[in-house]
């Protein structure tokens, strides 16, 4: 009889903390008329966030992603079976079901606080054998790694986790990891480079300058969100309220994401050859997720 015994939390795949630049944002300039004038509404902020290049590449959650994801978790259920234990992660969230992950870029976007994800479910019991951990992390001294400009990461070299990994990646599960890193790096440094596009600097002045009419002065709206408490309520704030009101005056969001879109496309043409590899490397993962599967393409 297996063992029955559950993990301490279900451990999915590296998440990677992408700490962007604090930066400000800008706006589309459709006339000169002062900043207090409100502009016509284009695209919601949403839906241009949603539409930027590294957002489909890193952090938007899609039905093939969610299929990768569960194709992962009944392969190391199965693994760990043959192990003699009973492995009973969380189920794997539909698209619909939990928020993507992207950095808030510019800050504040509304005074409602942004959606986050559903607590994870704990365990029903805490694992007391020493040999379920290494039988589903492996050997904790054999790690795969690669490394970015900014960050390093390892992985589990084996283990029922990584044989998982391998089952859809094969001996491309650290190239995989290797061009993650590598597109991380590519969003920051775009993200960077907004900081000298003209526009970009433009309407980041004319929102200083709302502000400051406000009787507030800060840089950039990112570093006036993560200057406020971590208790704030923004709907009652004066100072977040100046900070989305004077977003809504110059059409800072609307801009900063038209102009982040346009340097993101730049890098990415830039390394179209990683993009190559990383799109490769994504089909093949999902492909082989639907043959764990038993889903028709």
């Not at 800072?252 to 890098?267: G, I, N």
Request: glycine fraction near 6%; include cysteine.
């Amino acid at each position: 009889m297996p063992k029955r015994v559950s993990p301490r939390g279900a451990v999915a795949a590296v998440v990677l903390v992408l700490v962007l630049a604090a930066g400000a944002a800008t706006w589309m300039l459709t006339s000169r008329t002062e900043p207090t004038t409100r502009r016509p509404t284009g695209p919601g902020t949403a839906e241009l966030a949603k539409h930027l290049p590294f957002f489909g590449l890193l952090y938007e959650r899609t039905a093939a992603q969610t299929q990768v994801a569960e194709a992962q978790r009944r392969l190391a259920v199965d693994c760990m079976a043959q192990h003699g234990f009973t492995y009973r992660p969380v189920p794997v969230a539909r698209p619909a079901d939990s928020p993507d992950e992207q950095p808030t870029t510019f800050g504040l976007e509304s005074l409602t606080p942004p959606r986050t994800a559903p607590p994870t479910a704990a365990p029903v019991e805490e694992p007391h054998d020493p040999a379920f951990a290494r039988a589903l992390f492996g050997d904790p001294d054999r790690r795969i790694s690669a490394a970015g400009k900014t960050i390093r990461v390892t992985r589990p070299a084996d283990g029922c986790q990584a044989e998982a990994e391998k089952r859809l990646l094969g001996s491309d599960r650290p190239h995989w990891l290797q061009d993650r890193i590598q597109l991380a790096d590519g969003e920051k440094e775009a993200r960077q480079q907004l900081e000298q596009d003209p526009e970009f600097r433009t309407v980041t002045e004319r929102w200083r300058r709302c502000l400051h009419d406000a009787r507030y002065d800060h840089k950039d709206p990112a570093a006036l969100m993560y200057g406020l408490p971590r208790d704030t309520d923004f709907a009652r704030n004066p100072l977040a309220q100046a900070d989305v009101r004077c977003k809504e005056d110059t059409g800072y969001l609307t801009t900063a994401y038209t102009r982040l879109d346009a340097a993101q496309k730049s890098w990415l043409t830039q390394h179209s050859a990683l993009l190559t590899s990383w799109n490769a490397l994504q089909l093949r993962q999902e492909k082989s997720a639907r043959e764990v599967l038993g889903v028709r393409s």
